[in-house]
């Protein structure tokens, strides 16, 4: 998998960034459950901008990066 790289104003569109569809409508990206992510990769991610911030938030949760995140909400 890619290397995970982000400018600040990249992780902060990740930390607002709201699912726009299906079953977690409205949810911040940060609160999918990872079992969720891991679905999409499997699938395949949307394509586009969500489809990078869905790939990088499963690359946080996996690492054990979630919790950096939280604190900078």
């Not at 299906?22 to 394509?47: C, T």
């Not at 990088?56 to 900078?72: D, F, P």
Request: net charge neutral; no cysteine; charged share 25%.
């Amino acid at each position: 998998m890619a290397e995970l790289q982000l400018d600040p104003e990249a992780l902060q569109d990740l930390i607002d960034a709201r699912m726009p569809f299906g079953k977690y409508q409205g949810v911040a990206l940060l609160d999918l459950p990872e079992p969720y992510l891991v679905w999409f990769s499997r699938q395949g991610f949307p394509p586009g901008k969500l489809g990078r911030q869905l790939a990088a938030m499963l690359e946080i949760k996996t690492n054990g990066l979630e919790r950096m995140l939280r604190s900078l909400r």
